[in-house]
């Protein structure tokens, strides 16, 4: 079965710097889309950042564009969430996830895996 690990959650200060890590196991694909979503309780979840694996396109929301980027350890199947620039907006929980291809990549509702959540606090 398809798991998904999240790491690297935490507090910040604003204006600080993070990184979140996703581990995937039990997968066959060698080409998957790996996304990173986020949600507040009471809001719609959020797309934040993806990319499609072996040399593939990037994709990030307009809200985190220039803070945010979105790397990949291939020989671990792990991908990185780098923030700099944290704001208390930013504050969620964050999801990874995953799909065989990064159409719509950033819609919620195309991905069937996902991770278990790493909390993210920025304090102002």
């Known amino acids: 079965q398809v798991q998904l690990v999240e790491s690297g959650g935490g507090s910040v200060q604003a204006g600080g710097s993070l990184r979140l890590s996703c581990e995937v196991s039990?997968?066959?694909?060698?080409?998957?889309?790996m996304a990173w979503f986020r949600q507040v309780p009471g809001k719609e979840r959020e797309g934040v950042a993806a990319?499609?694996?072996?040399?593939?396109?990037?994709y990030y929301s307009d809200s985190v564009k220039g803070r945010f980027t979105i790397s990949q350890d291939n020989a671990q199947n792990t991908v990185f969430l780098s923030m700099r620039s944290l704001q208390p907006e930013d504050t969620a929980m964050y999801y990874c996830?995953?799909?065989?291809?990064?159409?719509?990549?950033?819609?919620?509702?195309?991905?069937?895996?996902w991770g278990q959540g790493t909390q993210v606090i920025v304090s102002s």
């Open positions: 996830a995953t799909r065989p291809l990064c159409t719509q990549a950033l819609d919620a509702s195309k991905y069937a895996y």
């Open positions: 039990g997968s066959t694909l060698t080409r998957r889309c």
């Open positions: 990319m499609q694996t072996g040399g593939g396109r990037t």
